[in-house]
């Protein structure tokens, strides 16, 4: 299990963040079996997990208020969060402390830590490897297309934006904006370790495209203390 509680000291960068760099999306769809048994949930919100869908962001930021530093996260569809319903990340992956601490806790994201082996262009395919212990626990390798297209997150309706988290006692509510180019892309490898990051090698990529030049926003969230 990941230890919440004995992490490093670094320093407090509290949001907003403004964040710069290129990264992978992928909308997976999966098996309901799949789904239904996902392991890295919070046994509260487990039951109210919905959609056929899930989503894997592998993210190359370049530039934030706490440092450079890769990341790599699963969604598993929306969860109930009092009388509304979220997106929320089950389980995630960054390659700094910086961005662990921070992470938990101006968002409640539970990040945690691991090393990042990235690639780019290598025959044309953008390899991704992360390392826990000496072993690789995930592969990823993607093949991005030459033409580009921009894209304003601002035009999605905040509601399909919107992601939130409960951490530690406390529910987490933001909607993190974005703009840059996209490139269709095809995930054309992966390689999954399903005791530390759910195997959506078992589902069917639905949409695949490579992120570039983006800037993000990622904002204060709205904080309420649970029961």
């Known amino acids: 299990m990941p230890d ?3 992490l490093p000291a670094v320093p407090m960068v509290p949001a907003p963040w403004q964040l710069k760099g290129q990264g992978y999306i992928l909308a997976i769809r999966l098996p309901d079996a799949f789904l239904d048994n996902e392991s890295f949930l919070p046994d509260n919100l487990h039951p109210s997990r919905r959609g056929g869908t899930g989503y894997v962001m592998f993210v190359d930021y370049s530039q934030s208020d706490a440092g450079p530093y890769y990341e790599l ?6 969860l109930s969060f009092g009388k509304k319903r979220h997106l929320s990340i089950s389980k995630i992956y960054v390659s700094s402390w910086d961005s662990v601490v921070n992470g938990r806790e101006n968002w409640g994201i ?7 082996q990235v690639r780019y262009g290598a025959n044309g395919v953008d390899e991704v490897r992360l390392v826990r212990d000496g072993q690789v626990i995930v592969e990823l390798a993607f093949k991005p297309r030459l033409f580009r297209l921009p894209f304003d997150g601002r035009l999605i309706p905040a509601r399909l934006r919107t992601l939130a988290q409960q951490f530690k006692g406390r529910e987490f509510v933001y909607i993190p904006t974005a703009k840059g ?35 993000m926003t990622f904002p204060v969230a709205t904080v309420r203390y649970l029961d």
């Open 110 to 116: 539970p990040k945690e830590y691991c090393d990042f």
């Open 4 to 6: 919440f509680d004995n």
């Open 181 to 215: 180019h996209v490139k269709p892309a095809s995930l054309v490898h992966s390689r999954i370790d399903p005791r530390y990051f759910p195997d959506v090698s078992q589902g069917k990529v639905m949409a695949c495209v490579k992120v570039i030049d983006f800037d």
């Open 73 to 78: 996260l699963y969604i598993p569809g929306s």
